[in-house]
């Protein structure tokens, strides 16, 4: 796939993305852009389920939802709203100590550029990039594993890492591209794109695709 092929790709692509299953963030953040319910979420969404995010954060957003209110919750009081996320212990101390640092340090507002969201205690550029996207509307490419294998599969770019990735990517594609482009991955890599044995036989855009390292389809 060349950047042309790309660009003649995305509306087919978007349109099949429809019939997909948006991941849980995105959907959230199309009626709550807070930022830092944003952070939040993103810091839950790691190594855990769509739905067991979405949970996890209703039940904590029901207790605190800024930073002040979340920087005085205990971590077991944070424990106990977000099990059974994945490393829940891990995160509850991540997110107090977090919403302390944004309280303390930055007025008690979210940072919203790349390099002071870094940062931030266990924050890194995919989690920086989607509270950029989406909680302040800004232009950037988040690159999760989805993403990754994708465009190199596809023949996009040829590249070794999500942060490889994200960097090449901004080399080739227009700027109006980069804020969807995750959410749309997402849906197409869980639903059609998949790690093994992807479903090209469904897929609307296969004939775009160079299909590297795939071994076997259906």
């Not at 930022?35 to 207790?63: H, M, N, V, Y």
């Not at 990517?169 to 992807?198: D, H, R, T």
């Amino acid at each position: 796939m060349t950047a042309k092929d790309f660009l003649k790709a995305w509306p087919v692509l978007k349109r099949q993305v429809k019939s997909l299953n948006v991941p849980w963030l995105e959907n959230f953040a199309s009626f709550d852009r807070d930022p830092f319910k944003i952070l939040i979420s993103c810091i839950l969404s790691l190594r855990t389920q769509d739905r067991t995010t979405g949970r996890a954060s209703e039940r904590l957003f029901d207790l605190a939802s800024d930073p002040e209110s979340m920087s005085r919750l205990s971590a077991k009081t944070i424990e106990k709203a977000i099990y059974p996320v994945g490393f829940y212990r891990v995160k509850a101390e991540r997110i107090q100590r977090i919403s302390r640092e944004i309280v303390e340090k930055h007025h008690s507002k979210v940072p919203d550029t790349i390099e002071e969201l870094l940062k931030l205690e266990g924050v890194g550029r995919k989690t920086a990039n989607l509270v950029i996207t989406l909680g302040y509307n800004k232009d950037g490419i988040c690159v999760d594993t989805h993403v990754h294998r994708i465009v190199n599969r596809w023949g996009l770019i040829k590249t070794k890492n999500p942060i490889e990735t994200e960097f090449g990517l901004k080399k080739i594609l227009p700027k109006k591209y980069w804020k969807e482009l995750n959410g749309m991955l997402v849906a197409f890599g869980q639903g059609i794109c998949k790690p093994i044995s992807p479903l090209c036989s469904k897929c609307k855009i296969n004939i775009f695709c160079d299909k590297i390292g795939v071994a076997i389809s259906r």
